[in-house]
């Protein structure tokens, strides 16, 4: 008698980043033909001409595992069953699995530091490879390091922040098809607060000096916190500027 020949459709194409896992490979229509008893073999090929059959791979469906493209182009997988039903073997239409490279080149800066509440240089990122070629963007803001908040609208390949009052940190986001990388290390934007500097007289009877004797007043610095200082006094008699490295406060200057 006359067997009917064995269906045999496998699904799906899939494109995947390199370092993932494609989705299982399972029949597209319901296995049919034959004398209605089935074994399967799975095989595989890197250039979709010479192909190798998988151990172990008897089963309908089949998962591969995770793809690594080590080159900068995308390279292909691919993938057949053959199916063997008494004396009927069909051997299926190739599944191909597209592996893209990985993004890579996704550094950002520079670090800063700034005075409070003002604007940061913007933050640029280095040159990108990998994916498709084709990039888009997401940034992220921080004041910890540790909790990442989308800027809502930053789509772009730099960034440009607004006035800071806090060290903040920034990250970039980048995708490429099924490819995704966020930068590792932030662009870290520190911020120094503004200088407060107090002027005093040293005290009653020690301010008033003879024509062309030299004074002194007592100068306190109540921020920041952190020494040493570089302070620049100068008085209003049209002598020059006087340059002062001082580490505690408060300190008295002629």
Known sequence: RYLPPVQNVIISDQEICSGGQPLQLTSGVPVSGGSGSYTYVWLQSDDNVVYSSIPSSNSPGYQPPSLVNATANVVFKYYKREITSSTCTNVSVEVVISILPSI???????????????????????????????????????TDDVTYIEIVGATSSTYSPSNLSQPT????????????????????IDIHPVFDANIADLGAGQDVVCNGSQGK??????????????????????????????????????
């Open 217 to 254: 007043v007592t100068i306190t610095l109540t921020s920041p916190a952190n020494s040493p200082w570089d302070v620049t006094v100068q008085d209003d008699q049209g002598n020059p500027p006087q340059l002062i490295n001082v580490n505690a406060s408060p300190f008295d200057a002629d």
């Open 104 to 142: 890579s080149g996704n550094t950002i800066g520079p670090d800063q530091s700034i005075c409070i509440n003002t604007a940061p240089l913007e933050i640029t990122g280095g040159a990108l490879s990998g994916g498709d070629g084709s990039y888009n963007y997401k940034w992220f803001i921080s």
């Open 169 to 188: 940190y920034y990250k970039r986001e980048v995708t490429s098809k099924v490819c995704m990388d966020m930068s590792s290390n932030p662009a870290f």
